[in-house]
Structure formats: C-alpha cells, structure tokens
C-alpha cells in the first residue's frame, strides 16, 4: 500500500512541475522572441523482478524548437530571425542568446536590446553605429550599413540550449557553453522590420492545463484511497491483536 502512495506522490511533483511550465507559457504567450519549455518525463525504477516499482521522475525541461510567426512592423531596429539561430546580448549575467530582434540606438550610437543590453556581433563585440547617420539597413546576412557603408554586422548563433536550461528575462537563455557563430549558412537569416512572435499555442496550452488538472485530481483520489485502505488495515489487525 505504501508503494501505491509513493507512486501517486511522484506523479503530483511531476505534475505539479509541468503545471508551473504551462504557467509560464501561457503567460508568456505575446512575449516577443520566447520559446515555450516542455517537460520530458521518465519512470524511475526502484526494486527488480516482480517487485519492481515504477516512480515519475521530476523531469527535464526542454525548449521548444518551433518557429514562431512572423509580424511586419516596419520599425528599422525590428529584426527578425529566419532558419536556426539566435541573437547575441551581453548582460550582467553574461552572454544570453535571444530571439528577440526589438533593437534601438541609443545616444552613443550603440545598438541595444529592448532590455538596454547591448547586441553583439559574430565576434562577441558590442554593435557601434553612428548616431549621426539614422537607422541602418540590413543585409539578410546581418550586415548593416549607414550611408551605404558597412558598419557593422549583427551577430548570429548556433545553441542548443539542452535540458534544463536557465532563463534570462522574458525570453533570454543562458547558454552552458560557448555558443559558436553561424557561418555560410544560406538557410539562416535576418529579416529587418519584422519581429518573431511567440511560438506558444494558447489553446493547446490551455488544453494540457486541463489535462494537467484531472490527472491531478486523478492521483489525489489515489492517495486518499491508499489513506482509507492504511487506516482499515490498522483497525483489523489492531481489533485481532
């Protein structure tokens, strides 16, 4: 009886985990650039042969590879990325890989993140225009040029952000490794004006929460039955005794 109570309370933390992702995603749902996380689960076994037990394991988190939409803002500092890749903005915790291409100049010509951190090129330097010469325009390759001068060029990244990754901001990821620049890439690109979207799905989201809930309630019964049955057990042989 009581491996019935540890399995069922294995299966609420790990239910209690993917709620807290579904959480998230859903708040995150118009948030520029993000990737929704997904859990993946295994069964931990305890004992072997035909006392073997089954447990859920607590489970890894994953970031979803799904594209996001992209929107036409027309906005000169909107970037958007097309195929496999990843921004570059180096923050107080380091470099942080992004989607999130809402860009702007500030005063001192640097091109900056939406959150103020400053975006890198491929070689992890910060980006410097000048301030003088307006908005730039940009190649599919991230070149960008003021006064149809070169000037710079935004940084594209291969990551594989792995199992378990730490999330900075809304959207940012902090890589466990070194990430390595994309180089003669033809399938991945810059679309200036345009911002990725989201790739979280809101009615799907909103469709495992529901799931999440009844096997919820589904393993909370299971636990007040194994109560039920602990209690009558103790009764019957307290009564022999």
């Known amino acids: 009886m009581r491996d019935s109570l540890y399995v069922a309370l294995s299966a609420q933390m790990a239910l209690e985990r993917r709620l807290d992702t579904i959480a998230d995603n859903v708040a995150n749902a118009s948030t520029v650039g993000f990737r929704a996380t997904g859990v993946k689960f295994e069964d931990v076994v305890s004992g072997a042969g035909q006392k073997s037990v089954s447990f859920a394991s607590s489970g890894k988190t994953y970031l979803s590879g799904a594209h996001g939409a992209m929107t036409e803002t027309g906005n000169p500092f909107d970037f958007a990325i ?142 007040r039955q194994t109560d039920s049955s602990t209690d009558e057990a103790i009764k019957t042989l307290g009564s022999k005794s």
């Open 82 to 223: 097309q195929g496999d890749a990843w921004f570059a903005i180096d923050t107080p915790a380091g470099t942080v890989m992004t989607r999130d291409g809402r860009f702007s100049m500030n005063e001192n010509g640097e091109l900056m993140s939406v959150e103020g951190h400053p975006v890198l090129d491929a070689g992890g330097a910060p980006i410097q225009l000048d301030p003088r010469n307006g908005p730039p325009k940009a190649g599919a390759d991230g070149s960008l040029r003021q006064n149809e001068q070169l000037v710079g060029s935004i940084g594209l990244y291969n990551f594989d952000p792995g199992q378990n990754f730490v999330r900075y901001g809304n959207s940012g990821i902090v890589p466990a490794r070194t990430p390595e620049p994309v180089t003669d890439r033809s399938d991945v690109g810059i679309a200036q004006g345009f911002v990725e979207e989201s790739n979280v799905n809101p009615v799907l989201e909103m469709t495992r929460l529901i799931m999440v809930q009844r096997a919820f309630e589904n393993t909370a019964a299971l636990v």
